[in-house]
C-alpha cells in the first residue's frame, strides 16, 4: 500500500466514519448474511473429519465491521489479526472485548493478537508457526487492485495463486467480485448460491442491467470447485458490492 494506512481507499479513519453510521443500518441484511456465511463455515469446522482448529488468522478485519460481535471470532481461543490500518486495532478490541470475551474452547479470555502489516508480508511465516490455524480474509482480497505499486495482471495472478499457499489448511475469503452504481443494479435477488466457479461475464449478466462495473480481480481466488454464495452489499446508498463467499476444507493430509 502506497497511501498512509489511515487514509487509503481500502480502510483508514474515512471508512471507520462510514462503517460505524452504515453497520447497523445500509449494511444490516449483508453483516446478517455473512453471519450466516461464517456460522456455516463454523459447523463444517467444528463436525468435519479434522481436528477442529483452536486458532484463527483473520486478514484485514479492519475494525470488524462487517464481523459478528459473537459467536464466531469468540468460538477461537486465538486469535491473530492482520491489518496495516493503524486505526482499525483499537476498533476491533472496543467491538470484541477480546480480553473479556470468553471462548467457547477454554472458557478462558480470548487472545487476540495485532499484526500492523499487510499480510502479503507476514501470512507464510504465521502459517509456518500456527500450522493448524484456520485462515479468514475479511473483505480484504478484492481491495488489492488499489495497490498502485503493481498492474493488475500481477495482482489477478497473485490472487489465483492464494489457494496454493494455503493448501491443507481450512481457509475462507468473502471479497469483494464486481462492483457498480446502484441503479444499473439488478436487484431481484440479494443472495444466490453456486456449486462451482461463476465467471466475471456470467456474474455481471446476472447481477447488472447495463452501466459500469469494475472487476476486482477475484475470480480465481477459490477453487473452481468450491461452493460459493453471492451477496450484493449495498456499500452506499449509491454503489452496490457483489460479494463472494466460500470456503476450502483442509485434506485429511494434514
Ligand atoms: C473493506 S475493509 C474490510 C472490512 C472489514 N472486514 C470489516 O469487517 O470492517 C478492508 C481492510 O483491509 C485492510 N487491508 C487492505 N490491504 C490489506 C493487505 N494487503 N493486508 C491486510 N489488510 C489489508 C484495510 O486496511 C482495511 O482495514
Known amino acids: 500500500m502506497t497511501r498512509p494506512a489511515l487514509f487509503s481507499e481500502s480502510g483508514g479513519l474515512v471508512w471507520h466514519a462510514k462503517a460505524l453510521l452504515r453497520h447497523k443500518s445500509l449494511w444490516g441484511d449483508f453483516t446478517k448474511r455473512i453471519d450466516r456465511f461464517l456460522a456455516d463455515w463454523r459447523s ?3 463436525f468435519g473429519p479434522e481436528p477442529e482448529p483452536t486458532g484463527l488468522i483473520l486478514l484485514g478485519p479492519s475494525g470488524g ?3 459478528p460481535t459473537k459467536g464466531f471470532v469468540d468460538a477461537f481461543s486465538e486469535v491473530i489479526a492482520v491489518d496495516p490500518d493503524p486505526a482499525a486495532r483499537a476498533i476491533f478490541r472496543r467491538r470484541f472485548k477480546p480480553n473479556d470475551t470468553q471462548s467457547a474452547h477454554t472458557g478462558g479470555a480470548l487472545s487476540l493478537t495485532w499484526v500492523a502489516s499487510t499480510f502479503e508480508r507476514v501470512l507464510p511465516a504465521l502459517l509456518i508457526r500456527h500450522p493448524h490455524h484456520a485462515v479468514l480474509f475479511c473483505n480484504v482480497l ?3 487492485r488499489y495497490q498502485d505499486k503493481k498492474t493488475l495482471e500481477r495482482i489477478e495472478f497473485e490472487l489465483g495463486q492464494i489457494s496454493l499457499t494455503l493448501a491443507g ?4 475469503s468473502f471479497h469483494d467480485r464486481i462492483s457498480g452504481e446502484a441503479k444499473s443494479a439488478n436487484l431481484q ?6 456449486t462451482s466457479t461463476v465467471t466475471t461475464n456470467e456474474l455481471a449478466k446476472r447481477v ?3 452501466g459500469e462495473w469494475l472487476d476486482h480481480l477475484t475470480e480465481n481466488v477459490l477453487p473452481a470447485q468450491v461452493a460459493r454464495r453471492f451477496m450484493a452489499w449495498p456499500i452506499g446508498q449509491e454503489r452496490i458490492h457483489w460479494i463472494e463467499a466460500g470456503w476450502v476444507e483442509a ?3 494434514r
Open 189 to 194: 435477488e440479494l443472495e444466490f448460491f453456486s
Open 251 to 253: 485434506t485429511p493430509s
Open 65 to 67: 465491521w462487517c464481523l
Open 169 to 172: 489448511r481450512h481457509w475462507a
Open 142 to 144: 478484492g481491495q488489492l
Open 44 to 46: 463444517v469446522l467444528a
Open 208 to 210: 447488472a442491467k447495463g
